[in-house]
């Protein structure tokens, strides 16, 4: 393969509307100065995904790019130099379409109650290789009124399909909660939200959100701050009966909650250049993507074997050395590194850099 000759690819802001609302501790890590909440509170930076709206199927959030050869669009940067970019193992299994989607998301109220298909649910139902499995990296929070920031995650004991499509035809959205285990968050927590998990994320979260290529959400909630949602978007098209099968109904205690899905970090690389973690959130997460953290970076050297990667910078400011040229990064920045640059160095220039990197699965 022919080394990349388009270089490390800069993600500039890729505002997506939601059904709720937030925004502001996302502007405020972008360092934009009209800080305050809307109906765009994600940022898609990593995206060939078309988002399923209320108004239709929409190309808002294919993530756009610094113009690179007078192209601004991820999807056509791609189609224009494929191998450099996915690589030639991942266009022979996926073609050129990214098998990963990757979000920055801030919510000033809670998100709906859902849950999201696994791969097999999508391809008998939803004609899809992917489901939605996710993994969240708390960035910042923001206490919104009474509320300490928080999600919820997890069925409590003693709920089954009957139950559950008993309080979604009443809307019964206090017996709904009542089921739901609360847990509150900062800024450095890293949950897999398995699919089938009941979820929801709460006020004045932000976060990085590494899931499959895909925007598969049941809610079972039909109201999301003022927005009024449609039944058939709800259920994804499926009918209710169907769709409430997406549900893992298996109940656990807020010990087993914590166990099975704070995922855990791994020391991978400590040396006076910095460290360097992998998140571990069990088999599943392994089959759908991998996270690595970079923190208080003064000088590493990685590879990602072959593999293209979402940069967030987190904290800091230097450059990434690659093959091709040094770029410069700072907080805020979110960037693609092609899958033909491999041996490259994170070097800090100022304040020590902090770095969240997504991957599609190891092959």
């Known amino acids: 393969m022919k080394k990349s000759n388009i270089g490390i690819i800069q993600i500039i802001p890729t505002r997506v509307f939601r059904i709720y609302r937030g925004w502001y501790l996302l502007e405020k890590f972008r360092c934009i100065k009209n800080l305050q909440d809307s109906d765009y509170p994600e940022d898609w930076i990593l995206s060939t995904v078309r988002a399923i709206q209320p108004y239709g199927i929409s190309d808002e959030s294919i993530s756009n790019v610094k113009t690179i050869k007078g192209i601004n669009n991820l999807e056509v940067l791609i189609r224009h130099f494929p191998e450099d970019i996915l690589g030639k193992n991942h266009i022979n299994k ?16 809670r998100l709906p109650l859902q849950a999201h298909p696994s791969k097999i649910f999508s391809r008998k139902y939803l004609n899809s290789d992917f489901g939605k499995a996710e993994a969240w990296y708390v960035l910042a929070t923001r206490k919104i009124g009474k509320e300490n920031p928080y999600v ?11 139950i559950m499509r008993q309080l979604v035809e009443e809307q019964n959205i206090k017996g709904m909660l009542s089921f739901m285990h609360k847990v509150e968050v900062m800024p450095g927590d890293a949950i897999f939200v398995a699919p089938g998990i009941p979820h929801a994320i709460g006020e004045g979260v932000f976060m990085v959100e590494t899931q499959e290529p895909t925007d598969f959400t049941l809610s079972i909630e039909k109201k999301a701050g003022i927005q009024i949602l449609k039944e058939k978007d709800c259920h994804i098209g499926l009918g209710w009966n169907r769709a409430l099968d997406i549900f893992d109904y298996q109940g656990y205690s807020l010990a087993e909650i914590k166990e099975k899905y704070w995922m855990k970090k791994e ?67 979110t960037y693609m590194l092609p899958a033909s640059i491999e041996k490259h160095k994170y070097i800090a220039t100022k304040e020590k850099l902090c770095v969240v990197i997504s991957l599609p699965p190891a092959n």
């Open 267 to 333: 020391l991978l690389v400590s040396n006076k250049g910095g460290k360097l973690y992998r998140l571990n959130g069990g088999e599943y997460m392994k089959s759908c993507f991998e996270i690595i953290l970079m923190e208080e970076v003064k000088d590493i050297e990685i590879s990602f074997e072959g593999r293209f990667a979402s940069i967030v910078i987190t904290k800091g400011e230097g450059i990434i050395s690659t093959n091709v040229g040094d770029y410069e990064i700072k907080e805020g920045e």
């Open 152 to 162: 919820l995650i997890g069925f409590k004991p003693d709920i089954n399909k009957e």
């Open 94 to 109: 996926f073609g050129n379409s990214l098998n990963l989607l990757v979000k920055l998301l801030d919510s000033s109220i």
